[in-house]
């Protein structure tokens, strides 16, 4: 089975959307895509994930 750190790709997003989430405290709404494209490489790949935004 895999998980979320299994797969490279996912992972790369998981990164820019936590650096995101750190550039733009106030403004977490300015990180939307870079989480939509983190869970749609997820449900691609068959992992679940709890996402925080």
Do not use: H, I, P, W
Request: charged share 30%; aromatic share 8%; hydrophobic share 35%.
């Amino acid at each position: 089975m895999l998980t979320k750190f299994d797969n490279a790709e996912c992972t790369k997003l998981q990164k820019e959307s936590l650096k995101c989430l750190l550039e733009n405290e106030d403004t977490r709404e300015n990180c939307t895509a870079f989480f939509d494209r983190y869970k749609r490489c997820l449900q691609v790949s068959g992992v679940d994930a709890v996402v925080l935004a």
